[in-house]
């Protein structure tokens, strides 16, 4: 089955610093990848997306690469703001199937960004 | 562009209750998914509805039901409330399709059993 694993967290930074969170999959054929943003009290919201290999997803500064040689798709943002602090999760989807709608998420990452 | 609507946003409810929470989806989109989000264990499928069907059912004991109106809006059931049903319940649209698989949450609906 298909199934996303993401890096241990809590991770916490000083505002500006570089920000890497890491995310593994396994799934059969070619699923989509996406990261979604939590903040407190909220629902989720699409951070980005990548529908195949290789491809780039971008959003307010934050990039994923999807590399399926090594099933990772790692979010990254160059300088992050305290207003980034919020629980990031990293998701799958497999279209058609048993797999309509649903998508599989990680365990979730709580970043906090200090000034 | 109106997003995803849930209601109520909050609810308390007794153990032994039954409830019901309403999703309605972006316009255009005739999916819609249903998600329980606890601390312990994280985002769970519990069922996706297309075009009035259900299309795909997680793992939830059948106390969680769910249905979806020709509009597309959709309601998901919970009866015989336990205390680990306290939670927070997502509903996300999406189009529905193979082609496209992108989904909208909606705020969500924080049940809380007593």
């Known amino acids: 089955g298909n199934s996303v694993t993401q890096m241990e967290g809590p991770v916490t930074l000083s505002e500006e610093a570089f920000l890497t969170i890491n995310c593994t999959y396994t799934?059969?054929?070619?699923?989509?990848l996406f990261w979604y943003v939590q903040y407190p009290g909220e629902g989720l919201q699409l951070l980005l997306k990548?529908?195949?290999?290789?491809d780039k997803g971008s959003n307010k500064g934050f990039e994923a690469t999807y590399r399926k040689e090594t099933t990772s798709f790692h979010l990254e943002k160059g300088s992050v703001q305290v207003s980034d602090s919020a629980v990031y999760f990293c998701a799958l989807s497999n279209a058609g199937g048993t797999s309509y709608g649903k998508l599989t998420f990680g365990q979730g990452t709580i970043l906090t960004v200090h000034p | 562009k109106a997003g995803v609507t849930q209601t109520p946003r909050y609810l308390i409810k007794t153990r032994g209750q039954q409830v019901t929470l309403s999703c309605s989806p972006i316009?255009?989109?005739?999916?819609v998914s249903w998600y329980q989000q606890t601390p312990g264990q994280g985002l769970q499928f519990l069922f996706e509805y297309f075009s009035e069907t259900q299309r795909n059912k997680g793992n939830f004991p059948g106390r969680f039901s769910g249905r979806q109106f020709s509009n597309s809006r959709s309601e998901m059931n919970v009866s015989t409330l336990e205390l680990g049903d306290s939670a927070l319940y997502l509903c996300a649209s999406s189009r529905g399709d193979r082609t496209n698989t992108e989904a909208f949450f909606g705020q969500g609906t924080r049940l809380t059993v007593v």
């Open positions: 799934a059969t054929g070619y699923p989509s």
């Open positions: 990548a529908t195949k290999a290789d």
């Open positions: 316009s255009g989109h005739r999916s």
